[in-house]
């Protein structure tokens, strides 16, 4: 039996649970909690009748703390979502006290799965879920830069007119204005992404990555899909227990901090990190990048 409860039942969480019951994720039981009950009943109830369509049986029901008891993977996106113009970190503040609130109730269950952390701003999520759980840092991810990595492979599939799964480059750092790309490691199939894209295609690769939801919220409010499929990847890839590397934020030892950066995930969480051999200009992006996510935590009360 597989379980997931899934805290916060906004865009975010929806699109993740939508993807769960039309995808073959193994997911048995998935149970929605929110500050909100009635609407986490309406989203269960409607959610229950879709699944009747769907291939798999899948338990669904709005549920409670105790339901964390025996959950393998808590995903959060409770929480503020960005306005028009501001930036994922300005949601700070307003998210910390949502967490503390969600995790000093998950403390008190025997919870002993996986979090999966989808609120922003991502990388400090991630590292409040990881102070306050006090949860060994494999056992806690964040979705990180999987979303910035498929629009990245969206842009380059489309311009080359190649499937995205044989595109190999990755966005890496913050999920947020300061994340990078590592140009260097990147591949189309076997070749160096040199060969197919110049520098200003490159530059504005990133720049339209980083500028997405920027984009996104401004015409229609949130973003979603995206974010709801990466979970939903993560989630079949811990369950499948399938060794598959993704950009996910977690906390490692080098880099002192929570950050984006390519790791492998199998039925435990995270089994450790891939070693990136960037080049010094890229070291040192990546570095600033870091750091911005470490003076926002730094300014955090725990
Ligand atoms: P939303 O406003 O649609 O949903 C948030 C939900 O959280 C609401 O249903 C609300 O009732 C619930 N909530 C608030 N406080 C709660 C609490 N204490 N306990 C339980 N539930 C609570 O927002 P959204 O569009 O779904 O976005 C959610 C978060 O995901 C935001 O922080 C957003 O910035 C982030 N996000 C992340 C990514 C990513 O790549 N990781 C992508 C898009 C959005």
């Not at 906004?10 to 993807?19: D, I, L």
């Not at 109830?45 to 029901?61: E, G, P, T, V, Y």
């Not at 300061?178 to 295609?201: C, F, H, Q």
Request: aromatic share 8%; with cysteine.
């Amino acid at each position: 039996m597989n379980k997931v409860v899934l805290i916060g039942c906004g865009n975010v969480g929806m699109s993740y649970a939508y993807s769960i019951i039309n995808s073959d994720s193994k997911v048995d039981e998935l149970v929605i909690i929110d500050v909100n009950v009635d609407k986490a009943k309406g989203e269960a109830m409607d959610l229950m009748h879709a699944s009747s369509c769907s291939k798999r049986k899948i338990n669904i029901k709005a549920g409670d703390y105790t339901d964390c008891d025996d959950a393998d993977i808590i995903c959060i996106s409770a929480g503020r979502n960005q306005d028009v113009g501001e930036t994922r970190m300005d949601l700070i503040e307003k998210n910390y006290n949502v967490f503390k609130s969600i995790i000093s109730e998950i403390n008190k269950t025997k919870f002993n799965g996986i979090y999966l952390i989808a609120t922003n701003p991502l990388d400090v999520m991630t590292y409040v879920t990881l102070r306050l759980s006090n949860f060994p840092a494999y056992k806690v991810i964040g979705s990180g830069t999987t979303l910035d990595t498929a629009r990245l492979r969206f842009l380059i599939s489309e311009q080359l007119e190649m499937n995205p799964k044989n595109i190999h480059a990755y966005v890496i750092g913050e999920h947020g204005d300061s994340e990078m790309i590592p140009w260097s490691v990147a591949r189309i199939g076997l070749n160096s992404v040199d060969k197919y894209l110049n520098k200003s295609t490159k530059n504005k690769m990133l720049k339209d990555v980083r500028n997405s939801a920027y984009e996104i919220i401004k015409k229609k409010g949130n973003t979603a899909y995206g974010i709801g499929m990466c979970l939903k990847n993560i989630t079949e890839a811990i369950f499948n227990n399938s060794n598959t590397i993704f950009t996910l934020s977690t906390y490692i030892d080098k880099f002192k901090c929570c950050v984006g950066y390519p790791v492998i995930v199998n039925r435990s969480g995270v089994r450790g990190y891939t070693e990136l051999n960037l080049t010094s200009e890229e070291h040192s992006e990546f570095n600033k990048s870091l750091d911005t996510i470490k003076s926002i935590i730094k300014q955090i009360k725990f």
